[in-house]
């Protein structure tokens, strides 16, 4: 004799409600993956949402190829240029509180990063912070530099040992991957700079 089971039925618990994706209403859902209420306008609007959504992501992902094509096209010289600048601006920061390394003048229309050893000269030292120091405009570019007066102020402030370890010439040439890790190096230590930190 077969026995009898009494099976209770079993009681789904209601989904909680949710907002439309769309008309941002609250509804109540049939299933735990529905999105949207029962308005058919709402199903349209939600499919072109997505749509829209999917269609700026492929827009942001071609742009970003692109520029990163744009920034492989680039030559060295581009990159170096552009170090080159975020480097002199924090010399001139690191400085402002000194006087132009060769005149000595505190006041001047503007000062400069300037190279002991000219980057023309000795490119292995630009990014150098022993080689550069902040200088006059006029010392810097009416005066080729001001070397005359650049040294002597120069071993006075960093020794004379280290204006020795200058002269030492190192075959260095840069790769677009160093300049750009030279360039962030440098654009933290002017926000740093700026924040007072």
């Keep these: 004799m077969k026995q009898k089971f009494n099976r209770k039925p079993i009681k789904k618990k209601p989904l909680k409600k949710k907002k439309c994706r769309a008309c941002k209403k609250e509804f109540q859902p049939r299933n735990s993956l529905q999105v949207v209420c029962y308005n058919p306008k709402c199903a349209l609007d939600y499919v072109r949402i997505v749509n829209d959504r999917k269609q700026k992501q492929i827009e942001k992902r ?95 402030k960093i020794g004379q040992e280290r204006v020795d370890a200058l002269d030492v010439q190192n075959l260095v040439t840069y790769t677009v991957e160093q300049l750009k890790e030279i360039r962030v190096k440098y654009n933290k230590r002017i926000r740093h700079l700026n924040n007072g930190t």
Excluded: M
Excluded at 100 to 124: E, M, N, P, Q
């Design 62 to 156: 071609e742009r970003q190829e692109h520029t990163k094509k744009k920034q492989e096209v680039k030559p060295l010289k581009h990159w170096i240029d552009y170090t080159q600048r975020v480097f002199n601006n924090w010399i001139v920061l690191r400085d402002k509180d000194e006087p132009c390394i060769s005149c000595r003048k505190h006041v001047s229309w503007l000062f400069c990063a300037g190279h002991y050893k000219t980057t023309a000269a000795r490119s292995d030292i630009r990014f150098n912070e022993d080689n550069v120091h902040k200088q006059c405009s006029r010392c810097n570019t009416h005066l080729s530099g001001n070397i005359i007066e650049y040294r002597p102020h120069l071993v006075e």
